[in-house]
């Protein structure tokens, strides 16, 4: 063990697991965040090494204050939980749809990042990664000859909350750069997930985008701060 901490929200499964299972192979010490506490324990028994529970659900600001209590000092914050609550087009789409998945993509992550801050402004290398989406980038969004273009206008809710956490990544770079953070977001690619049915029938591996998230949690000062990547650590555009 060393003595870096890390926090992956939703980390008791898919993607946010794997991600909590290889930092912990890095010998840190790394908290499962999780809403539901026996999901999170039962990831925890899974990971095993230097995993800890952490009750958290990041739509719940006393949750969120209560768990960052708990941190003295935190090197790495991934924030990972993600919900996608439909796939409808923005004309068929409902408000209460995009204000449920915008509260747990958006302004969950802003507010787990915020409370967590003076924790990490304890570390002598903060680094933040904000787990986004592919389906997020307006560039590909936009061209009919990237593989995003066959359900063009679809998943509205969720595909405009991930550009939105995009700018929020690239806002918060800037503003924490003279602090020396490293902040960026990775696109994890269509992995066998529970986000939605083509997700879960998908033969992408977890692991191979939790690698691509760990990569960036363990930038070196020389690292880049302010991008969008992909798992491979290829630039992906805005």
Not at 28 to 42: I, P, Q
Not at 178 to 188: R, T
Request: proline share 5%.
């Amino acid at each position: 063990m060393n003595d870096r901490t890390a926090l992956v929200t939703g980390a008791n499964k898919g993607i946010g697991k794997d991600i909590a299972r290889q930092l912990g192979a890095e010998g840190l010490t790394v908290y499962v965040g999780s809403r539901d506490a026996e999901r999170g324990r039962r990831a925890v028994e899974e990971i095993g090494g230097g995993a800890r529970l952490m009750v958290l659900d990041v739509t719940d600001p006393e949750s969120i204050a209560s768990a960052a209590t708990r941190l003295d000092r935190l090197d790495i914050l991934v924030n990972n939980a993600g919900i996608m609550v439909d796939g409808a087009t923005a004309p068929e789409a409902d408000l209460d749809s995009f204000r449920r998945t915008y509260e747990t993509n958006v302004f969950g992550v802003l507010a787990v990042t915020n409370a967590f801050l003076p924790a990490l402004r304890r570390s002598p290398a903060p680094r933040i990664v904000n787990v986004s989406s592919g389906t997020g980038s307006l560039t590909w969004s936009s061209d009919p000859e990237h593989q995003f273009a066959f359900s063009a206008g679809t998943g509205a809710a969720y595909r405009s909350s991930k550009t939105a956490l995009n700018a929020l990544t690239l806002y918060t770079a800037q503003a924490l750069a003279p602090e020396g953070f490293k902040v960026n977001a990775l696109a994890p690619g269509l992995r066998r997930t529970d986000l939605n049915a083509r997700a879960a029938e998908s033969d992408g591996d977890p692991a191979e985008a939790a690698a691509g998230a760990v990569r960036l949690a363990l930038l070196p000062d020389t690292g880049p701060t302010g991008g969008f990547f992909s798992w491979d650590g290829t630039p992906a555009p805005w």
